[in-house]
């Protein structure tokens, strides 16, 4: 069974321009998470879909991120326009089922963006 | 808010030296937590969890951590350290009111000197 994917693995943009992450959850996993870690800092929530619904959005910073889950399967995280204190890890999870209680969330590999 | 906090940022042992990492949170609710590694170059795993029941876990890698409801704590425990544990470990927690987010600590890096 294939884990969870993101792309890319690094990516370095200048301030203003415009990154996209994508996430692709193990297959069947209806639950998807994304989280962010700053240099030095511990990893923070961002948002939870349920298939394609948001479920909780508390955690982004604000207007500049967008994420989207299209039909349920990969999700993506746009970031637009890009400041400086964006750079950081970001790591998306998955987990089974809609229950989000009582089931552990799979992590991916991370993609390191770096804001010039 | 909820809240977790790491007691050691760097912990460095020599190889066969005993391991505790400290974790307390902060929630009022019932909790799930967990403990994660993640190695050099590798991504975050699951360690161990701890859901309901016996309040000692066990994990894989012969890691194994205490739930202590009283103290709101959680640490993580090994007798006998090896130089492949050398990683950054995470304390996390899910509160039953919220909808299945982690709240992680900080982060302990642990390097073990062979």
């Not at chain 1, 637009?80 to 970001?90: H, I, K, N, T």
């Amino acid at each position: 069974e294939a884990g969870v994917t993101q792309f890319p693995s690094h990516s370095v943009i200048e301030k203003g321009q415009t990154v996209t992450l994508r996430c692709d959850p193990i297959s069947g996993h209806d639950n998807l998470y994304w989280y962010r870690r700053v240099m030095g800092k511990e990893i923070k929530f961002l948002l939870h879909f349920v298939k394609e619904s948001k479920q909780d959005e508390s955690g982004m910073p604000n207007n500049r991120f967008l994420a989207e889950r299209t039909g349920g399967t990969y999700s993506t995280l746009k970031v637009q326009p890009a400041e400086l204190e964006d750079s950081g890890v970001y790591f998306c999870a998955s987990s089974l089922r809609r229950a989000a209680w009582g089931y552990e969330q799979y992590f991916g590999p991370g993609t390191r963006l770096t804001v010039t | 808010a909820q809240s977790v906090s790491q007691h050691n940022h760097h912990v460095i042992l020599s190889e066969a030296a005993s391991l505790e990492l400290g974790c307390n949170y902060s929630y009022g609710g019932t909790v799930n937590l967990f403990w994660y590694v993640q190695y050099p170059g590798q991504h975050l795993q699951l360690l161990l969890k701890y859901f309901s029941g016996d309040p000692l876990v066990k994990g894989i890698k012969g890691f194994e951590a205490e739930f202590i409801k009283s103290k709101f704590s959680f640490n993580l425990r090994k007798p006998s350290v090896q130089w492949s544990d050398t990683a950054e470990y995470f304390c996390a927690v899910r509160g039953s009111s919220n909808t299945g987010k982690l709240i992680f600590g900080q982060g302990t890096t642990l390097q073990v000197k062979p």
